[in-house]
């Protein structure tokens, strides 16, 4: 193949220096570059940018910590477990539509008395988040169950006065690192709990985030926790570091959520 | 798994012998592929546990590192349809540059100009960047320009045909271009004349 303009080489730039084009082609390619100064410079140029942006990324090394737990998942290999038993692996083993639907969740509610500098009790409030996340999960996904108006309908809400949440996204987890986009929103009941799930796109997945009024839950906890404060929380058998922000208590865990992805974006 | 290797312990030892130099890119994929560092450990974690499974039915002689690397991005898929299903999305391929937009090409010339330079004083926004980028094109870019996979492996990996990987390719490559090419616009970055 003869490449006799440099308007035909330039596109396939990447793919020559990926080493991907055919024989007859990558031949051809050279023979350009061999005689053509610009587009060898072009060419160079783009290798260092390629060059630069995968070193930048391939300098980030595994955290100690979870190298250390990784150390330890591979001596359980070791030992014989068919399962070995991982404090992360918990939701795998929950039962129903909320293993497979339910993986990235938020709990947050209302703070009537931010004013507190002192840190609330993690235990006890693990205790309240515990018990409404075992009834939560309990509950059977709907289709319809989807909120026509959106986010502002149902943040309109008596119920949600006051609720101060972003309807183009929210605050997710301090190292979270893709954008948010708002999705749409569903009632929810938690025991005698009324709340919502608001699904929001990230990763390319949907993320549910469950919203209870703090009139649910242990109030004289729930002051004493000042605005930045973070708390270990654990829930269902899922541990996470929660944070005070913006009048929310929001707590992320992982995992994505495949059904409320089809009954929203369908 | 080498047929010679018949004791349980040889067996772990030659699997963790294996893995030991993937940890890290493991790790650097699921985290850039997850939404915090919670999920990126659960999927690795995961991963590992059905790499270890599967270990007697890995050829040996062939890659250690295609072969996790596709059980991790089938533990990411399996985990998000949505993405799964934007990722075999066939999106045209486009006979055009890099950088085409005509407001755009002067300041990707300067980009071209000395990019070893801006890329330093971009520093972390570099990282920022490919962050942005839509899922299914952070994928295939994650694992060809930063773990070097040739298309062929990373269309096995993901189960997508080879053209579906180069216009993924193609399209994040263009957004981070674009991006430096905005930072150029927006900063007026000047050349450093070298000595």
Redesign the interface.
């Known amino acids: 193949m003869t490449f006799r303009t440099c ?1 035909e080489v ?2 396939l730039l ?2 020559y220096l ?3 084009l055919d024989a007859t082609t990558t031949l051809g390619m050279s023979e350009h570059l061999s005689s053509c100064a610009p587009c060898r ?2 060419m160079e ?2 290798q ?3 060059n ?3 070193q ?3 300098a ?4 100690r910590d ?2 250390q ?2 150390d330890a ?2 001596d359980s ?2 030992a ?1 477990a068919s ?2 038993d ?1 404090s ?2 918990l939701l ?1 083993r929950a039962s129903g539509w909320a293993a497979a639907a339910l ?2 969740m938020a709990l947050g509610f209302w703070l009537r008395d931010a004013g507190s500098r002192d840190a609330a009790p993690a235990s006890a409030l693990n205790a309240a988040f515990a018990s409404a996340y075992q009834e939560y999960v309990a509950l059977p996904p709907r289709a319809s169950d989807v909120a026509p108006g959106g986010l502002a309908a149902v943040l309109a809400q008596p119920r949600f006065a006051g609720l101060s949440l972003p309807a183009s996204g929210f605050a ?2 301090a ?5 948010i986009r708002y999705l749409g929103a569903r009632p929810a009941v938690v025991g005698a709990v009324e709340g919502v799930t608001l699904a929001y ?7 549910s985030v469950l919203v209870l009024p703090a009139s649910g839950l242990p109030q004289e906890l729930v002051s004493q926790l000042p605005e930045g404060a973070t708390l270990d929380l654990e829930w269902g058998g899922l541990k ?1 570091r929660a944070v005070h922000r913006g009048g929310l208590i929001i707590g ?5 959520s ?1 059904v409320l ?2 009954e929203i ?1 369908s | 798994m080498n047929p010679d290797v018949t004791r ?2 040889d067996r ?1 030892a030659e ?2 012998a294996l ?1 030991a130099p993937e ?3 493991l ?2 994929f699921a ?12 999927a ?3 991963a ?2 059905v790499a ?1 499974r599967k270990f007697d039915v890995f050829t040996p002689g062939t890659s250690f590192r295609a072969w996790t690397f596709r059980i991790l991005s089938n533990t990411i898929l399996n ?5 799964r299903r ?1 990722l075999a999305r066939q999106v045209l391929s486009e ?4 950088v085409s937009a005509l407001e755009k090409e002067d300041a990707y010339d300067k ?3 000395d ?2 330079a801006l ?1 330093a004083q971009v ?2 926004e ?2 920022g960047a ?3 980028l ?3 094109e952070r994928m295939v870019f ?1 694992l ?3 773990e ?1 996979f ?2 062929k492996e990373i269309s096995a990996a993901l189960e997508i045909p080879m053209g579906t990987v ?1 216009s993924h ?2 399209r994040a ?1 263009a957004r ?2 674009e991006f ?1 090419a905005e930072y150029v616009q927006q900063t007026g970055f000047v050349r450093t004349p070298t000595s």
């Open positions: 308007s330039r596109p990447m793919a990926d080493s991907e410079t072009r140029a783009e260092s940018i390629e630069g942006v995968g930048a990324l391939r980030e090394r595994m955290p979870v190298g737990r990784l998942l591979q290999l070791r014989g399962r070995p991982r992360r692996s795998t993986v990235l997710g987890p190292d979270h690192q893709h954008p796109d990230c990763c390319g997945s949907v993320t996470t992320v865990s992982s995992r994505h495949v992805a089809d974006t | 349980p312990e772990h699997f963790c893995l940890r890290d890119a790790w650097r985290r850039r592929m997850s939404w915090d560092a919670s999920s990126a450990e659960d690795l974690q995961d590992i546990l270890w985990a998000n349809n949505q993405l934007n006979n055009l540059d890099l980009v071209l100009e990019p070893e890329l520093g972390d570099v990282r490919v962050k942005s839509p899922p299914a994650l060809r320009s930063v070097g040739a298309y180069m390719l193609f490559r981070l271009r430096l």
